[in-house]
C-alpha cells in the first residue's frame, strides 16, 4: 500500500501561479495528477514516468503545467503556470503504472485525498 500526502493548492487570480507537491510512502513506475469537477469523472493533466523519465501532458495543460520528479524525495511536483478559471478543479494525486501517452484510470492504484484548486476571473 503506498500513501500519498498532498499540499499546495488554493486560490489564485487567473493568470497566476500554484504548485502542487504529492509525497508517496512507496515506490511507484508512474506518478501524477488527476484533476475532477463536481459531477463528472477524474481526468490526467500530467503524468511522470519512471521508466525512461518521460512525462506526459493533457493538451489543456501544455505549455503551461510542469510536471517533475524528486526520486529522492519520492515526490511529485506539479507547477502550475498562466492559471484560468478553466483550471479550477479538485486536483488528486495518482500513482501506479502507465505506458506514456495517455494514463487509464484503472491502472491507477493509489490516490491522494485530492486539493482545491481555485482561478478566479
Known amino acids: 500500500q503506498v500513501k500519498l500526502v498532498e499540499s499546495g493548492g488554493g486560490s489564485v487570480q487567473a493568470g497566476g501561479s500554484l504548485e502542487l507537491s504529492c509525497v508517496a510512502s512507496g515506490y511507484s513506475n508512474c506518478m501524477g495528477w488527476f484533476r475532477q469537477a463536481p459531477g463528472k469523472g477524474r481526468e490526467v493533466v500530467a503524468h511522470f514516468r519512471r521508466t525512461g523519465e518521460s512525462s506526459y501532458y493533457d493538451d489543456s495543460v501544455k505549455g503551461r503545467f510542469t510536471i517533475s520528479l524528486d526520486s529522492n524525495k519520492n515526490t511529485v511536483y506539479l507547477q502550475m503556470n498562466n492559471l484560468t478559471p478553466e483550471d479550477t478543479d479538485m486536483y488528486y494525486c495518482?500513482?501506479?503504472?502507465?505506458?506514456?501517452?495517455?494514463?487509464?484510470?484503472?491502472?491507477?492504484?493509489?490516490w491522494g485525498q485530492g486539493t482545491q484548486v481555485t482561478v478566479s476571473a
Open positions: 495518482a500513482a501506479g503504472i502507465c505506458f506514456g501517452g495517455d494514463w487509464p484510470i484503472n491502472y491507477v492504484y493509489y
